[in-house]
């Protein structure tokens, strides 16, 4: 490996489409980071198939197969030690996670809104833009942060915003900010790396 890379470890729950985002960002040449795990919540993710077909290992932690948060979390945690990444990436991953000492300030989400407003437990998905439009606002956008223990919450590392349109759904709400997810969280990363390789 390339002592330039972040080796980074991906987790996912859904579509991974987020993960492909990167994974074509890294093809590109546009995000210095070497894929070591990808990480799943859920057996029938569609992102477990873009892993494959990028030849990135892949594994499946269920939380539900745990008999707590901390077992889960170990076991979690365990596997990305394992693998030698450095950064953990949330990429559409819906599971409560504890972060465990050594791994503060090494676990960033993205999240479609503007921290602190329209987050926390429950607010994903399309959730998020349907509050933003009932409440009314005129500017949303989304938020890199690194995650701490509790939901949507940790320092923020970016934002980038859009503007509520008169006759916004829910539905065109989430695709203008899923574009900006699109940047966003590359560019944080890609931050984040240049930092970790100055050091």
């Known amino acids: 490996m390339s002592s330039d890379l972040l080796p980074i470890a991906v987790l996912i729950s859904g579509g991974g489409t987020t993960l492909k985002n990167l994974i074509d960002r890294k093809s590109k040449g546009l995000l210095p980071v070497e894929f070591r795990l990808v990480v799943s919540s859920n057996p029938e993710a569609r992102g477990l198939e873009f892993a494959k077909e990028a030849f990135i290992p892949t594994g499946l932690v269920r939380k539900k197969d745990f008999t707590d948060g901390q077992a889960h979390s170990q076991a979690m945690f365990d596997a990305i030690r394992k693998s030698g990444a450095e950064l953990v990436v949330m990429g559409g991953y819906l599971e409560h996670l504890l972060v465990p000492a050594d791994f503060v300030n090494r676990v960033v989400n993205i999240h479609p809104s503007l921290i602190p407003s329209f987050c926390g437990k429950g607010m994903?998905?399309?959730?998020?833009?349907?509050?933003?439009?009932?409440?009314?606002?005129?500017?949303?956008?989304?938020?890199?942060?690194?995650?701490?223990?509790?939901?949507?919450?940790?320092?923020?590392?970016?934002?980038?915003?859009?503007?509520?349109?008169?006759?916004?759904?829910?539905?065109?709400?989430?695709?203008?900010?899923?574009?900006?997810?699109?940047?966003?969280?590359?560019?944080?990363?890609?931050?984040?790396?240049?930092?970790?390789?100055?050091?």
């Open 124 to 199: 994903y998905g399309l959730r998020v833009h349907q509050a933003a439009i009932d409440f009314g606002v005129k500017v949303s956008g989304c938020t890199v942060h690194y995650v701490d223990n509790q939901y949507d919450h940790g320092p923020i590392l970016l934002q980038r915003t859009c503007d509520v349109l008169e006759g916004d759904t829910a539905e065109s709400l989430q695709k203008r900010v899923a574009e900006l997810e699109c940047e966003a969280l590359p560019e944080a990363i890609t931050r984040i790396a240049r930092r970790s390789r100055s050091a």
